[in-house]
């Protein structure tokens, strides 16, 4: 799974919320800085070509649609952040949002209840 721009992974998620669209609907759903049609058309391609999304054609039209799932990425991206940023370590990371003030006690409690609770 290649590595997504900024602007790709905003396309993706917008690609996961429509589950399939033109690129006039992905445009339509951009709040801030809206890319020329042209460009998001661009974008969305690179997309396919990093095996992200499929289309159907209508004609000279296409509509695009996910085919990489977001929870696979998420695992994906959560998995190198850890591994690049935490040592691989999720004692690191929760060690890291408790030092933020992130997380609270009482998440912490659910969390442990959670993993004493899954064996």
Known sequence: MQKL?????EIMHILWKLEKAFVKD???EIKE????????????????????VSYQAYGKTHQYFPIVSKEDYKKKFMNTA????FNNSYKNVVSFFAKEEKISVEELKEIISLIENKS
């Not at 721009?5 to 992974?9: F, V």
């Open 33 to 52: 800085d809206k890319p020329h049609y042209n460009t998001l058309s661009t974008i969305i391609r690179n997309l396919e070509d990093k095996g992200y």
């Open 82 to 85: 850890i591994e690049n940023y």
């Open 5 to 9: 721009t900024n602007k790709e992974e």
């Open 26 to 28: 992905v445009l339509a």
